[in-house]
C-alpha cells in the first residue's frame, strides 16, 4: 500500500465549514485510469463540503488508497453517485444492441479482456446503449463497498448535458490532467463521444480541430463549452481561444465561498447530481 500511495498525488482539495445542523449527505465519485476525485454534498448538491481531486498511476489500485486515507468515505450517506471515466466505451443504438456480444465488441475496438468488467448501460433519451468495460477489481470493490451506490459511464452522464439542437454543433470538452473527453452533438443528433490523451496545447487543437473537420461543423460556429482542469489564463485556453469563437465555461452548481479554485474545475462531478434526479 506504502507504493501505491506514492502513484496517488493529491492535486487539490477545498473544505467548507459545516453549520453543525444534521444534513442529508451524499457522496460523489468520479474513477478513471488516471484521475480519482471525490465530493460530499449536501442531499440535492447545491452545496460543498468537502472535494479532493487526485491524478494517479496506480488505475483500479487508486480507490483502496483513497479509502484508507479518507476514513469520511465510509459513512452513511443519503445518495452514492459515481462515475466511471475509463475510455473503453461504444455507443449501440437499441435495436443493434445485443447483451452477449458485449465483451466481443469491446474486445475488437479495445483488446478488452477477461479482467474487465463489461457494462451495458440504456440512454433512454437517446435510444442508445453504451457499452463499457471497467477494471474488474475496481467495480467488485465499488459493488462491495457501496452497494447501494448508484453508478454511470462518464460519457454517460455528460451526454446527459449536450445541447445537441444547435445547428452550428456543440462540444461539449471536460479536460484532466493528461486526457480530455468530448461529447459532440449537432441538428438534434449525438455525433461523439471520445477521450483523448495530450501533452500540449498543440495535441489538443489538433484533435478538437480534427474532430470538428470529421463532423463537417463550421469551426465559425460550433459552441465549445470547456469544464475540469483548464484556466482562463492558461496557454491552453489562449490557444483554444485563437480558433474558436464560441468558448464557454461550464460551471458546478454548487457554491463555493472563497475557493482558489474556479467552480468549472469540478462540473464533471456536479452532473453526477441530475442523474439521480
Not at 466511471?84 to 455507443?91: F, I, K, R
Not at 437517446?126 to 462518464?154: C, D, I
Not at 445541447?163 to 480530455?180: P, Y
Request: net charge negative.
Amino acid at each position: 500500500m506504502h507504493e501505491l500511495k506514492r502513484t496517488v498525488k493529491q492535486l487539490f482539495h477545498i473544505e467548507q465549514p459545516e453549520t453543525g445542523e444534521q444534513v442529508q449527505k451524499q457522496l460523489l465519485f468520479s474513477l478513471g485510469d488516471s484521475h480519482c476525485s471525490f465530493a460530499i454534498t449536501n442531499a440535492d448538491g447545491s452545496e460543498l463540503y468537502r472535494l479532493f481531486y487526485y491524478a494517479t498511476e496506480a488505475g483500479e489500485n487508486a480507490l483502496p488508497v483513497l479509502l484508507e486515507q479518507h476514513p469520511e468515505l465510509n459513512d452513511t450517506f443519503y445518495n452514492i453517485l459515481l462515475s466511471y471515466g475509463h475510455p473503453q466505451s461504444t455507443l449501440v443504438p437499441w435495436p443493434q444492441f445485443r447483451h452477449e456480444e458485449g465483451l466481443n465488441l469491446l474486445k475488437s475496438l479495445y483488446g478488452v479482456n477477461g479482467l474487465s468488467t463489461v457494462i451495458s448501460e440504456s440512454i433512454g433519451d437517446w435510444q442508445l446503449y453504451n457499452v463499457f468495460a471497467v477494471p474488474s477489481f475496481l467495480h467488485e470493490l465499488v459493488s462491495k463497498q457501496y452497494p447501494a451506490g448508484q453508478y454511470w459511464h462518464l460519457y454517460s452522464v455528460a451526454i446527459k448535458n449536450i445541447r445537441a439542437a444547435e445547428s452550428g454543433g456543440h462540444l461539449l470538452v471536460d479536460f484532466r490532467k493528461n486526457d480530455f473527453t468530448v461529447v459532440a452533438g449537432a441538428n438534434g443528433q449525438l455525433l461523439l463521444a471520445q477521450t483523448f490523451l495530450y501533452s500540449t496545447p498543440e495535441d489538443v487543437l489538433y484533435y478538437l480541430l480534427r474532430t470538428v473537420q470529421q463532423l463537417r461543423l463550421s469551426q465559425q460556429e460550433v459552441k465549445l463549452s470547456l469544464s475540469g482542469l483548464i484556466d482562463k489564463q492558461s496557454a491552453l485556453y489562449k490557444e483554444l481561444y485563437q480558433y474558436f469563437l464560441h468558448l464557454e465555461f461550464r460551471e458546478a452548481g454548487w457554491g463555493v465561498a472563497n475557493s482558489d479554485y474556479p467552480a468549472h474545475f469540478f462540473t464533471s462531478l456536479n452532473d453526477l447530481v441530475k442523474c439521480a434526479s
